[in-house]
């Protein structure tokens, strides 16, 4: 596949082209006529997936190597080899892949860690409104899920909505939150007589 070039002619042009689309590759063949390069080349590295290969005048590859390695900026000394070019362009698309392969396995454990969180807001409600026990909550949550066939995050966020849902608690101590409601209507948990709906202000406060 042909790549498509995007050259821009300072640092400048670069940084706004950075900020309007996204790049696989970003060489950067120093020094630019507004500034030397360096430090776009680390702002490429940090705040894009884009590899970064940054091209540096032999004697100074080193040192300028030196203060841009650690954000993931290849340098690779002019006048060029092919060979070292290569290698630089090769070490860097396996950077950028790993990079974005940890970027996809970071977003689905964020996803996971929010739907467990999800999840165990709706246990504590089942156990506040209705008197359920930790276990009798989860199993609820899970059979609901098969029952319906939605992931345990639905039936939570539509627990979890009910209670939000619940009024002041004026008309005569008989508000129910949603989980509770669907309790009632599952039968899925053994509801004995110390398994009561949330009221306010009825008799069996305390």
Do not use: W
């Amino acid at each position: 596949v042909q790549a498509q070039l995007a050259p821009a002619s300072s640092g400048a042009e670069a940084r706004r082209m950075l900020v309007d689309g996204l790049f696989d590759l970003i060489l950067v063949n120093t020094p630019l006529p507004d500034e030397f390069g360096h430090d776009m080349a680390q702002q490429a590295a940090n705040d894009t997936l884009s590899g970064v290969i940054l091209l540096a005048k032999a004697e100074i590859a080193d040192s300028v190597a030196e203060k841009v390695e650690d954000d993931g900026v290849f340098v690779v000394p002019k006048p060029l080899s092919r060979v070292l070019f290569m290698q630089a362009l090769r070490m860097t698309r396996a950077a950028r892949s790993r990079l974005t392969g940890l970027q996809s396995e970071n977003r689905r454990l964020q996803k996971r860690i929010e739907d467990i969180r999800q999840v165990d807001r709706a246990k504590c409600l089942l156990i506040e409104c209705c008197g359920m026990t930790e276990p009798e909550a989860h199993s609820y949550i899970e059979q609901q899920a098969m029952n319906q066939r939605r992931s345990k995050r639905d039936i939570a966020e539509d627990i979890i909505g009910g209670k939000l849902a619940m009024g002041s608690g004026a008309e005569d101590g008989k508000v129910l939150s949603q989980a509770d409601q669907l309790l009632h209507q599952s039968g899925s948990v053994d509801q004995g007589p110390d398994i009561q709906p949330l009221g306010v202000g009825g008799a069996g406060d305390g």
